[in-house]
């Protein structure tokens, strides 16, 4: 089981993410580092959050782990 912990970077449906939230439920709010963007226009709509249980096959399935730089 994938257990998340908060500042962590993930890949979330292939594309890279942080853990920016997490709550004694076993929640976490995942946050895309890509801005999101209009259809239109193309402005910036932000940043999109996804709460998600850590539990559930949603999270198991999709989140995925990020190989880090190390020495």
């Given at each position: 089981?994938?257990?998340?912990?908060l500042g962590d970077y993930?890949?979330?449906k292939g594309k890279i993410a942080k853990i920016v939230c997490t709550?004694?439920?076993p929640t976490?709010?995942?946050e895309m580092l890509e801005d999101k963007k209009c259809p239109h226009?193309?402005?910036?709509l932000g940043?999109?959050?996804i709460d998600v249980i850590v539990?559930?096959?949603l999270f198991?399935?999709?989140?995925?782990?990020v190989k880090t730089i190390g020495e």
């Open positions: 089981m994938k257990t998340p912990s993930l890949l979330w709550s004694d439920k976490v709010t995942i226009c193309n402005e910036s940043k999109e959050q539990q559930s096959p198991q399935e999709n989140a995925q782990g």
